[in-house]
């Protein structure tokens, strides 16, 4: 009997090629799992929503729903404030303020800026400071400091109401301070303005025969009183020679005598101008101050 033979068949390497060896190596890699993994579904997921959106009316569609549910969570009773209350200002200034903010309630308090709303009142020349918060649930609560008016600056505007330092309030009303706060003029007063309050502040005993400061260069004042006298001040320290000229006025009674000018302008020396006589010679007279 003949004995029939196979050929042999190579055995098949079990290792991978290195071709596959790298692939298998890159598809365990974090990144390529996470891919496969996470992103394909997700691409999958967003691909049908990303065909609707294409659609401007299904976008349309989609904004009114959004904005609706999202209209009703924020007006919810909760959250709606149903008035505004105001601290700190005259009747004036708190109808400017009603009037600058433009509110309608009720209102949600998602609907509003605090920070905005602080903004608009500090941007009215009457207020100082200001302060916008929530109180109570319901209520938007606005405290305000507003100026105190110290000075009135005449220029050829009209007449002016400003603080001690020269901030601008607003213009004069008729007669609403009457004679009550002291007159500034002259160009580039209402810089000065600081200074005038302090000069004003050293005439305290003497500020009902003060008519008002006027500056003069933009550099130094003259204090013209009531009764037509003009008194000269020196650019610098003007403070000092105001205290000296009522201690000399105390001693001497200068204020009350027929002067036109005193003329402070060299602090060692004062120079009394009389009042023009029948000729219409102007008289003056030196009087030596020792500092």
């Known amino acids: 009997m003949q004995q029939i033979g196979f050929p042999k068949l190579k055995k098949r390497d079990p290792a991978p090629s290195r071709l596959g060896y790298k692939f298998s190596r890159w598809m365990l890699s974090p990144f390529?799992?996470?891919?496969?993994?996470?992103?394909?579904?997700?691409?999958?997921?967003?691909?049908?929503?990303?065909?609707?959106?294409?659609?401007?009316?299904?976008?349309?569609?989609?904004?009114?729903i959004v904005l609706d549910f999202y209209r009703k969570v924020i007006e919810r009773p909760e959250f709606m404030l149903s008035a505004l209350s105001i601290q700190g200002s005259s009747d004036s200034l708190n109808a400017e303020i009603r009037e600058i903010l433009?509110?309608?309630?009720?209102?949600?308090?998602?609907?509003?800026?605090?920070?905005?709303?602080?903004n608009r009142v500090l941007s009215l020349p009457p207020v100082e400071t200001a302060e916008v918060r929530l109180e109570g649930g319901s209520i938007l609560h606005v405290k305000v400091k507003e100026k105190v008016p110290a000075l009135l600056l005449k220029d050829d505007t009209g007449i002016h109401v400003l603080n001690k330092n020269g901030d601008y309030i607003r213009p004069l009303l008729s007669t609403e301070y009457g004679s009550k706060l002291p007159v500034i003029t002259g160009e580039g007063a209402q810089k000065a303005a600081a200074e005038a309050f302090i000069l004003f502040s050293a005439l305290y005993d003497k500020l009902d025969e003060v008519r008002g400061l006027v500056l003069v260069g933009g550099r130094r004042w003259n204090i013209v009183l009531k009764s037509g006298q003009v008194i000269m001040l020196p650019e610098k320290k003007s403070e000092q020679a105001v205290q000296k000229i009522l201690i000399l006025d105390k001693a001497?009674?200068?204020?009350?005598?027929d002067i036109a000018v005193i003329d402070f302008r060299l602090p060692y020396r004062i120079t009394l101008r009389l009042p023009e006589n029948k000729?219409?010679?102007?008289?003056?007279?030196?009087?030596?101050?020792?500092?």
């Open 102 to 118: 433009g509110l309608n309630f009720p209102i949600s308090s998602f609907d509003l800026d605090l920070a905005d709303l602080r």
């Open 252 to 257: 001497e009674k200068i204020l009350s005598r």
């Open 32 to 64: 390529i799992k996470k891919l496969v993994f996470f992103g394909m579904p997700l691409v999958i997921l967003l691909l049908p929503v990303f065909i609707f959106l294409k659609d401007q009316n299904n976008k349309n569609l989609v904004e009114e």
């Open 279 to 291: 000729d219409g010679q102007i008289n003056s007279k030196v009087i030596g101050v020792s500092n």
